[in-house]
């Protein structure tokens, strides 16, 4: 039986790139065979001003403004009167061009947590603009395949691995 289920378990996550599987020997000799399936990708929520290169993005950080953005809520987080905030758009950064400042990927859970050091590790990337190409610019196909032609309306992560499907066949025929 242990047998059929690690069998099982390889050919499984040999069939796709978004299957993980881990196993491990407990000490009475039963093997743990733990396996994720999934799509880890978020393209399609990352924002146009975002840079691109990233399959998957938690979280931004903005050294000019201090600033977070998460891209699963869409807000943008940021501290003040001794309390970090959650807003579409702080009001204070209304000016900002958020599309040329620096953005730092983090994806770790509640980052602004680790505030200070980020702070201190990311000073030197303050001021510095125009040094990413944005996902708006991108020439990466697999971040172009997401947008609609000139309008950078974001389609579903679906309809992105659809074009590349038919693009690849395309190609091989």
């Known amino acids: 039986m242990n047998l059929l289920i690690l069998t099982t378990a390889l050919l499984t996550s040999s069939f796709s790139d978004t299957t993980s599987s881990k196993f491990n020997t407990s000490p009475n000799g039963k093997i743990n065979i733990n396996i994720t399936v999934g799509n880890n990708a978020n393209i399609s ?33 940021y501290f003040t009167n001794f309390k970090w905030n959650f807003t579409s758009l702080p009001p204070k950064f209304r000016e900002v061009d958020i599309y040329n400042c620096y953005k ?40 172009k395949a997401c947008w609609k032609s000139t309008d950078y309306k974001v389609q579903s992560w679906e309809a992105c691995s659809e074009k590349k499907i038919k693009r690849n066949l395309k190609k091989n025929v």
């Not at 979280?59 to 987080?77: A, G, K, L, N, W």
């Open 45 to 77: 929520n990352q924002p146009e001003w975002g840079p691109s290169g990233y399959e998957y993005v938690e979280f931004y950080y903005m050294p000019d403004i201090e600033t977070y953005y998460c891209v699963s809520t869409h807000q943008y987080i």
């Open 104 to 143: 730092v990927v983090i994806n770790e859970p509640k980052p602004y947590l680790n505030f200070k050091e980020h702070k201190e590790i990311f000073s030197t990337y303050k001021g510095l603009t125009q040094q990413q190409v944005i996902i708006k610019n991108t020439g990466d196909e697999r971040f």
